[in-house]
Nanobody
C-alpha cells in the first residue's frame, strides 16, 4: 500500500496560481499511475488529471485542460499539480491517488487503490 500526503492548498484570487504536491511513501512508487481528483461542497468527487508511471502520458478533465499541468518526480516520489488561471469554480478539496492497475481507466476513481487526505483549494472572485 502506498501512503500519500498532499500539500500546497490555500486561498488564492481568481487568475492566480497554486502548485499542489503529493508525497508518496510505503511501497515502491514506480509502476503506479497517479491521479488528482477534487470534490466541491455538496458535489461528488470528480477527476482532474492523471499521469502514467513513466510520465509519458497525461490526462485532463476538459474543465482544467490548458490551465493545469500534472507531473511527477520519481526520484523524490512526488507528484505535482500546477494550477494556473484559477477560477472560483476550481474551489474544492483536492485529492491525490495512486493506481496499480487501471482496469477502469485513469479517469475513473475505481481504478485507484490509495488516496491522500485531501488539501483545500479556495479561489476567491
Amino acid at each position: 500500500q502506498v501512503q500519500l500526503v498532499e500539500a500546497g492548498g490555500g486561498l488564492v484570487q481568481a487568475g492566480g496560481s497554486l502548485r499542489l504536491s503529493c508525497a508518496a511513501s510505503g511501497r515502491t512508487f514506480s509502476g503506479y499511475a497517479m491521479g488528482w481528483f477534487r470534490q466541491a461542497p455538496g458535489k461528488e468527487r470528480v477527476f482532474v488529471a492523471a499521469i502514467t508511471w513513466n510520465g509519458g502520458t497525461t490526462y485532463y478533465a476538459d474543465s482544467v485542460f490548458g490551465r493545469f499541468t500534472v507531473s511527477r518526480d520519481k526520484a523524490n516520489n512526488t507528484e505535482y499539480l500546477q494550477m494556473n488561471s484559477l477560477k472560483p469554480e476550481d474551489t474544492a478539496v483536492y485529492y491525490c491517488a495512486a493506481a496499480v492497475r487501471w482496469e477502469y481507466g485513469l479517469r475513473n476513481e475505481r481504478s485507484y487503490n490509495s488516496w491522500g487526505q485531501g488539501t483545500q483549494v479556495t479561489v476567491s472572485s
